[in-house]
């Protein structure tokens, strides 16, 4: 039953990537931002609407008071897509740092590049900590926040991999602060793999880190540890069980 569950929660998502990246390729482009971007923003609803129907896929969230109402840096755990559907939604107006070759993708990425996203080349590492620090400071002036993966790359439930501290530098460039966000959407939309699992996913806000007077490596330590407390608190008290 999960695979079939799965394969019609991707028919309907492959419909909607599908009619959001056309319509608003041959529409949304014409639009500004402020217009474009909520119609875009339906293709998300839709995502975690259309996955809770088929999959079984809830999410419960902490800290929603902690969300800055100035544009932050948002460093977040990177376990699966599900999180990027969410926090493009409840953190909008945000830019997320991405992959440059995700906007190459068909339906999927011609959505993407309506969104103001901060493409950079991982192939390049030098131009890409260049691209980051100049258009990042452009997006958070003008009003949007950003959001790191710091991870670089989806990790497996329960493991942490090496954090980058460029969100951190962009952060203390721009002067605003570093929201971290801990979750185990991992444990329901596992990466790199089809079948999804049913459950609750549960999303951690934390309160903001100071950017002023500090390091990036503390800033970056500081998010770190504090994304992993949640993680294992998420784990032992159970919260990566089905439902």
Same mark, same amino acid.
């Given at each position: 039953?999960?695979?079939?569950?799965?394969?019609?929660?991707?028919?309907?998502?492959?419909?909607?990537?599908?009619?959001?990246?056309?319509?608003?390729?041959?529409?949304?482009?014409?639009?500004?931002?402020?217009? &474009?971007? !909520?119609?875009?923003?339906?293709?998300?609803?839709?995502?975690?609407?259309?996955?809770?129907?088929?999959?079984?896929?809830?999410?419960?969230?902490? @800290?929603?008071?902690?969300?800055?109402?100035?544009?932050?840096?948002?460093?977040?755990?990177?376990?699966?897509?599900?999180?990027?559907?969410?926090?493009?939604?409840?953190?909008? !107006?945000?830019?997320?740092?991405?992959?440059?070759?995700?906007?190459?993708?068909?339906?999927?990425?011609? %959505?993407?590049?309506?969104?103001?996203?901060?493409?950079?080349?991982?192939?390049?590492?030098?131009?890409?900590?260049?691209?980051?620090?100049?258009? @990042?400071?452009?997006?958070?002036?003008? @009003?949007?926040?950003?959001?790191?993966?710091?991870? %670089?790359? &989806?990790?497996?439930?329960?493991?942490?991999?090496?954090?980058? &501290?460029?969100?951190?530098?962009?952060?203390?460039?721009? @002067?605003?602060?570093?929201?971290?966000?801990?979750?185990?959407?991992?444990?329901?939309? !596992?990466?790199?793999?089809?079948?999804?699992?049913?459950?609750?996913?549960?999303?951690?806000?934390?309160?903001?880190?100071?950017?002023? %007077?500090?390091?990036?490596?503390?800033?970056?330590?500081?998010?770190?540890?504090?994304?992993? &407390?949640?993680?294992?608190?998420?784990?032992?008290?159970?919260?990566?069980?089905?439902?």
């Amino acid at each position: 039953m999960l695979a079939v569950r799965s394969a019609l929660f991707y028919l309907g998502y492959i419909m909607a990537t599908t009619w959001f990246g056309v319509s608003g390729l041959v529409i949304g482009r014409w639009l500004p931002y402020s217009v &474009r971007a !909520p119609y875009i923003l339906l293709w998300n609803r839709f995502t975690l609407f259309w996955l809770r129907l088929t999959c079984g896929i809830h999410y419960r969230i902490n @800290g929603l008071e902690n969300i800055p109402n100035s544009p932050t840096v948002v460093l977040s755990k990177h376990e699966s897509q599900w999180e990027t559907y969410y926090l493009q939604l409840t953190l909008h !107006p945000i830019a997320t740092i991405l992959k440059a070759e995700l906007l190459d993708m068909p339906g999927f990425g011609w %959505g993407l590049r309506l969104m103001q996203p901060i493409p950079i080349d991982r192939s390049a590492p030098r131009e890409a900590i260049k691209q980051m620090m100049l258009v @990042g400071e452009q997006r958070l002036k003008s @009003g949007l926040s950003v959001l790191v993966f710091p991870e %670089g790359t &989806r990790t497996e439930p329960g493991k942490a991999g090496r954090y980058a &501290r460029g969100g951190a530098n962009l952060a203390i460039k721009a @002067g605003v602060p570093v929201l971290p966000i801990a979750h185990n959407a991992g444990s329901c939309w !596992p990466p790199q793999q089809w079948i999804k699992q049913p459950g609750t996913i549960t999303v951690s806000i934390g309160k903001p880190i100071a950017s002023q %007077g500090r390091s990036a490596a503390e800033i970056t330590d500081e998010a770190r540890d504090w994304i992993n &407390r949640e993680i294992i608190a998420m784990n032992q008290a159970g919260d990566q069980a089905p439902a």
